[in-house]
């Protein structure tokens, strides 16, 4: 399943909604997608969401969608 992942760039700094970015990841659950993330990033994670086909298929329209994959 294709998770986004709504983040902070840095844990140093207080969270502020203009600074939110996400990415998107390929995992098995959303607790997987957490620990993949977590553990090759510095990234603050706010909110992650299970895209179904739909939303996937709107998410995958925007210029910006591209899939993140972290070297194991």
């Known amino acids: 399943m294709i998770f986004k992942v709504f983040y902070q760039p840095s844990k140093k700094i207080n969270p502020r909604r203009e600074n939110t970015q996400s990415l998107y990841v390929e995992a098995q659950s959303q607790v997987d997608a957490r620990i993949m993330v977590e553990e090759e990033t510095a990234y603050n994670i706010e909110h992650i ?8 298929e709107y998410e995958q329209s ?11």
């Open 49 to 56: 969401e299970g895209l179904d086909p739909k939303a996937l």
């Open 62 to 72: 925007s210029p910006d969608y591209k899939l993140t994959e972290f070297n194991k």
